[in-house]
C-alpha cells in the first residue's frame, strides 16, 4: 500500500491549521508543502515560517518540495522548522550532491526531483545521496494541472533502476494525482502520492485518500 502525502497547495490557508488536522485524522501519511520562490517557477508560496507552523500542528511526517532557485539555502532553515524530507530540483541544482549531502547531514531525509520532460538516467550517481526519488507528472508551480500519462512508463523504468541498483529510495510522484490513476501509480512502482485538489477539494477526504491507497471504503 502507497503513502499518501497531502499537499496543503490546495488546501482553505483561510483556515489552515483545521485543514491539516481533518487530512491527519483521514488518513494522509504525510503532510506535503510545495515551496516556491518566484524564481524557479513563476509563483512563490511560502517559506519556513509556515513550515514550523505546520509542524506544531500535526505528528505527521512533513514533505517539504523546494521548487526554488538556489536550493541549498533553504536547507537549514527548513531542518530547524520541522521539515522530515527536503526535496530538490534536479534542474535547478547544478552541484545537487553537496546539498543533498548537506540535507543529510542535518538530519532530514534527502530527496531529488525531476519535471515531466527530465531524463531519470543520470540520477543513477546520486543514488548513494537520496532517501527520496520525485517525478512530476504536471509542470511544477501550480495546482489542478491534468496528469501527463507519459510519466508512467518513466515511474516503472525508474522503480527498476532503483531495484537493480539495490537501493532503498522511495518513489514519489506529483502532479493530478486522483483516486482514479492510483492502481496504475502503484503498479508504475509508485511509493508516496502526492495529491492536492484530490484530497483539500474532496466531497469526502477520507474515501478520497482511501482511494489513493486503492483501499476499499
Known amino acids: 500500500m502507497p503513502k499518501v502525502a497531502a499537499?496543503?497547495?490546495?488546501?482553505?490557508?483561510?483556515?489552515?491549521?483545521?485543514?491539516?488536522?481533518?487530512?491527519?485524522?483521514?488518513?494522509?501519511?504525510?503532510?506535503?508543502?510545495?515551496?516556491?520562490?518566484?524564481?524557479?517557477?513563476?509563483?512563490?508560496?511560502?517559506?519556513?515560517?509556515?513550515?514550523?507552523?505546520?509542524?506544531?500542528?500535526?505528528?505527521?511526517?512533513?514533505?517539504?518540495?523546494?521548487?526554488?532557485?538556489?536550493?541549498?539555502?533553504?536547507?537549514?532553515?527548513?531542518?530547524e522548522a520541522g521539515a522530515d524530507y527536503i526535496t530538490i530540483h534536479y534542474e535547478a541544482c547544478p552541484e545537487p550532491r553537496t546539498v543533498l549531502s548537506d540535507i543529510r547531514r542535518r538530519g532530514a531525509r534527502a530527496g531529488i526531483a525531476v519535471n515531466p520532460d527530465t531524463p531519470t538516467e543520470q540520477l543513477a550517481s546520486l543514488f548513494p545521496e537520496i532517501d527520496l526519488l520525485l517525478i512530476m507528472s504536471?509542470?511544477?508551480?501550480?495546482?489542478?494541472?491534468?496528469?501527463?500519462?507519459?510519466?508512467?512508463?518513466?515511474?516503472?523504468?525508474?522503480?527498476?533502476?532503483?531495484?537493480?541498483?539495490?537501493?532503498?529510495?522511495?518513489?514519489?510522484?506529483d502532479g493530478g494525482v486522483k483516486p482514479e490513476l492510483a492502481r496504475q501509480l502503484i503498479e508504475a512502482g509508485a511509493d508516496i502520492l502526492v495529491a492536492a485538489t484530490a484530497i483539500f477539494q474532496a466531497d469526502d477526504m477520507r474515501r478520497a485518500i482511501a482511494g489513493l491507497k486503492d483501499e476499499d471504503v
Do not use: C
Not at 488536522?21 to 519556513?48: C, P, Y
Open 7 to 79: 499537499s496543503i497547495l490546495s488546501a482553505d490557508f483561510s483556515r489552515l491549521k483545521a485543514e491539516v488536522e481533518k487530512a491527519e485524522s483521514a488518513g494522509v501519511d504525510l503532510i506535503h508543502l510545495d515551496v516556491m520562490d518566484g524564481r524557479f517557477v513563476d509563483n512563490a508560496t511560502f517559506d519556513h515560517t509556515l513550515v514550523a507552523k505546520v509542524d506544531s500542528w500535526t505528528s505527521l511526517p512533513l514533505d517539504v518540495h523546494l521548487m526554488v532557485a538556489d536550493p541549498g539555502n533553504w536547507v537549514q532553515p527548513m531542518v
Open 138 to 173: 504536471v509542470q511544477p508551480g501550480r495546482a489542478g494541472q491534468e496528469f501527463d500519462r507519459r510519466v508512467l512508463a518513466k515511474m516503472a523504468e525508474t522503480k527498476r533502476q532503483i531495484r537493480a541498483a539495490g537501493y532503498e529510495i522511495e518513489l514519489e510522484v
